[in-house]
């Protein structure tokens, strides 16, 4: 009964669309020529530009555009119906791939002005044991969409969470700027999601019952298979360790966290800074606020071990006048906003000062600039001097800024008064000025 229900539920044969029209799809898009490889290099430039802006968004987009899923599913049918030719097939156009978007991206990089690594660069360099089952999910989820002719967001989908575009982007950034340990790490992540996607295609195909072809004989079938298990252990042996390691970092880092935040909370006390120096064994902390005795000290580092940290010290960092520093944190901290206040008033009278020193330096130089015209408006004057000056009135305390002119004429030659009046409104509007008096020598 219980078999029955699962296999009504869960069977996929019953959904299969002809093997005929599923392989040849497959066969399809394993192939790259012509548009299908112009696509794939447009793609990846999109996906280096995501690299190189850190736009997670681009990035996205990228491998939806990207055909290179077709001859990795290719290789994977290829062995899963023993079908020799679709795997050398499959097998050349994911080398033409591979090296046409290392190449790509290389050159883009090696154009790139900007070459900062940022956190989608590094994010391709490290892979691990959850980059195995995001690769191998994720094809499992593909070959059943295409052998069921499944419509909607799958494959998209597919494309996006197991990410063979950037990894191929990076890897031609590590070549592009000699940084030699990013071309390992982003290339073995885009070995990690081919060999990975090729193995759940083999069993999805094998496990909905797709016909074999007859070619070879047992022994090499046997050969075949025993290579495959080969590459997949090798293939995960590397991404456990580093999977291993982050676990154990991770843990690590929560045991201190946990230590430091219970047993170094003493009363009158602030932690300023928490460091761990694998090489020595140590955790060292600073401290600032009242004294800690050592007897407290001692204690807390006999207390490392229920914290799975016996094979480190405690290293404890005290200032020499704790209570005044701890006082001068809150003096600093009060009059942070009074030292703003401050430099924005100092800033602002500095700019008042600017605009004043520029103005009587451009009243003083307005009299050279004005000699050709005086030399043909007024052809008595011998010379003219401007200066910007305050005008105190002897009947009250208040001040008025002027520009004062003072002309010389040449030897017995006059100017009339309506000729002053001219020439006073004349330099007051040259001068740009709210009060101008000529004085006439």
Request: with cysteine.
């Amino acid at each position: 009964m219980m078999k029955e229900l699962l296999k009504r539920y869960f069977d996929l044969r019953a959904d299969k669309v002809p093997e005929e029209v599923t392989i040849a799809n497959i066969k399809a898009d394993a192939s790259f020529r012509g548009a299908t490889l112009w696509v794939l290099v447009f793609a990846i430039f999109v996906a280096s530009l995501g690299l190189n802006v850190n736009s997670t968004a681009v990035i996205i987009g990228a491998m939806l555009i990207s055909p290179l899923m077709g001859p990795i599913v290719g290789m994977g049918l290829a062995v899963g119906i023993n079908d020799l030719g679709m795997l050398k097939s499959s097998a050349k156009n994911y080398a033409v791939a591979t090296l046409a978007s290392v190449l790509t991206a290389t050159i883009f990089f090696l154009l790139s002005p900007y070459k900062e690594v940022q956190s989608e660069l590094l994010a391709r360099t490290s892979p691990t044991l959850y980059d195995v089952m995001i690769a191998f999910f994720g094809g499992a989820a593909g070959i059943v969409t295409i052998a069921t002719g499944g419509k909607g967001n799958v494959i998209p989908g597919v494309a996006i969470a197991t990410a063979l575009m950037p990894p191929l982007c990076t890897a031609g950034y590590g070549i592009a700027t000699g940084q030699w340990l990013f071309f390992l790490g982003a290339f073995y992540l885009f070995f990690i999601n081919t060999v990975f996607i090729s193995l759940s295609t083999y069993l999805g195909v094998r496990l909905m019952g797709f016909e074999q072809k007859q070619e070879g004989t047992i022994e090499h079938k046997r050969r075949t298979r025993n290579i495959l298990m080969g590459i997949i252990l090798l293939t995960m042996v590397p991404a456990a360790y580093l999977t291993l390691n982050l676990v154990r970092k991770s843990i690590f880092d929560q045991n201190v966290e946990r230590f430091v935040g219970k047993e170094l909370a003493w009363q009158g006390t602030k932690i300023i800074s928490q460091e761990v120096q694998p090489k020595d064994k140590q955790l060292r902390v600073a401290l600032i606020g009242r004294p800690v005795e050592a007897e407290k000290i001692a204690m807390a580092e006999s207390r490392m071990a229920d914290y799975h940290l016996g094979e480190y010290h405690l290293s404890v960092i005290q200032g020499s006048q704790p209570d005044s520093l701890m006082r001068l944190v809150g003096q600093l901290q009060l009059s942070k906003a009074d030292y703003t206040e401050t430099a924005l008033q100092q800033n602002q009278l500095i700019r008042e000062l600017e605009v004043a020193l520029n103005r009587y330096e451009s009243i003083a130089s307005l009299s050279e600039q004005l000699r050709p015209e005086l030399q043909v408006l007024y052809p008595h004057i011998q010379s003219l001097s401007l200066a910007r000056t305050q005008e105190v009135r002897t009947d009250t305390t208040l001040t008025t800024p002027v520009v004062v002119a003072i002309v010389r004429t040449h030897p017995r030659s006059t100017l009339s008064d309506e000729q002053v009046r001219q020439l006073a409104a004349w330099l007051k509007a040259r001068a740009v000025a709210d009060s101008l008096r000529v004085v006439v020598e």
